[in-house]
C-alpha cells in the first residue's frame, strides 16, 4: 500500500491519472457518435491505418508531437475517405475498400517505422504507453477533447437529427454532407489523440464500449453521450488503480473493465438485460 500511495505521488503517475481521466470521458462522449452511426468496425479498422501518416510525419520532421498527430489525422481521412472513393468509382464495395487500403497502409507505415528503428514506438502506438505521456501529449489530448465536447454540444440537435434520419435532416436543410465529414473528422482526432494511451489495436474498446453500455441502460439518445462519457472516465480511472497493484498493462486494463461494466449492463440492465428480458419472456408464457 505504502509503495502505491509513494507511486502516485510522482509526476508521471499523477499525469497518467489526469490522462486517464481526460482521454476516457472524451472517447466515451464520442463513442456516442459511434454508436448511433453503426460504424464500429469502419473506426476499429482505420484505427490501424494511422500509422503510415506517423511513420512520415517522423520521416520528414523527425519525432515531434504535433506533426505526428497532424499525420496520423490525414492518414486515417485519406484511408477513409479513400475507401468511400473507391467504392463509389469500382465494383468494391465498402468493407472491401477499406479493408484492402487499411491493410496495405498498415503494412507501409510499419515497414517505415521497423526501418527507422522504432521498433519500442511501434509496439506503443499500437498497444498504448499511457506512462510515456508527456506534458505536450497531455496538452494536445486536452485540445482535441475541449474541440470535441464542444463542437458535439453545440450541434446537438441538428446531428440527433442527422444520425437518426438524414433524409429528413436534409429536408430540414441540415448540410448532412459537411456534418457526416465533420464527425468523422472528430472521430478520427479523439482516436489520434488517445493513440499513446491504450493504442491502435485497444482503442475501438474505448471508443464504442462506453455508449453501447449506456445504450442497454437507457433509451434517450442524449444520455448516451454524458453517460458515455462518465463510464469511460471514471472506467479509465479505476483501471489506473487497478493495474498497478495487479501489474497488468494499463492500456489493456481500460479495455477489460470497459468490456467488464458492458457485460454487466448486458447482463443486469433494467430495460434491455438479459435477466429483465427472460423475465418479460416468462410472464408472457404464464399469461
Not at 504507453?129 to 470535441?148: C, K, P
Not at 441538428?158 to 472521430?187: E, H, K, Q, V, W
Request: net charge positive.
Amino acid at each position: 500500500m505504502n509503495e502505491f500511495l509513494q507511486f502516485l505521488a510522482e509526476p508521471i503517475a499523477q499525469r497518467s491519472l489526469w490522462a486517464c481521466g481526460v482521454i476516457g470521458f472524451s472517447n466515451g462522449f464520442v463513442s456516442a457518435l459511434v454508436v448511433l452511426r453503426k460504424s464500429s468496425l469502419q473506426i476499429g479498422t482505420i484505427s490501424c491505418a494511422l500509422l503510415p501518416g506517423i511513420a512520415l510525419a517522423i520521416l520528414l520532421f523527425g519525432l515531434l508531437q504535433l506533426s505526428i498527430l497532424l499525420g496520423a489525422v490525414m492518414a486515417g481521412l485519406l484511408v477513409g475517405l479513400g475507401s468511400l472513393f473507391l467504392s463509389r468509382t469500382s465494383r468494391i464495395d465498402h468493407d472491401a475498400a477499406l479493408s484492402i487500403l487499411h491493410a496495405t497502409a498498415f503494412a507501409i507505415g510499419y515497414i517505415i517505422l521497423i526501418r527507422l528503428g522504432l521498433q519500442q514506438k511501434v509496439d506503443d502506438w499500437l498497444f498504448g504507453n499511457i506512462m510515456s505521456m508527456g506534458n505536450a501529449d497531455l496538452w494536445i489530448s486536452y485540445a482535441v477533447s475541449a474541440i470535441a465536447i464542444l463542437s458535439i454540444t453545440a450541434l446537438h440537435r441538428p446531428l440527433l437529427i442527422y444520425l437518426f434520419d438524414p433524409r429528413a435532416a436534409a429536408t430540414m436543410g441540415i448540410p448532412t454532407r459537411a456534418l457526416s465529414y465533420g464527425i468523422f473528422t472528430l472521430i478520427i482526432l479523439v482516436l489520434v489523440s488517445s493513440l499513446q494511451a491504450v493504442g491502435a489495436f485497444l482503442t475501438l474498446g474505448l471508443l464504442v464500449a462506453p455508449a453501447a453500455t449506456m445504450y442497454l441502460l437507457t433509451d434517450k439518445a442524449s444520455a448516451l453521450f454524458w453517460g458515455g462519457g462518465l463510464i469511460g472516465g471514471l472506467g479509465s480511472i479505476l483501471a489506473f488503480f487497478l493495474s498497478y497493484p495487479m501489474e497488468w498493462h494499463l492500456g489493456a486494463t481500460i479495455i477489460v473493465v470497459m468490456g467488464s461494466i458492458f457485460l454487466l449492463a448486458y447482463i443486469f440492465s433494467p430495460k434491455h438485460g438479459v435477466i429483465f428480458k427472460n423475465r418479460q419472456r416468462n410472464r408472457k408464457n404464464k399469461a
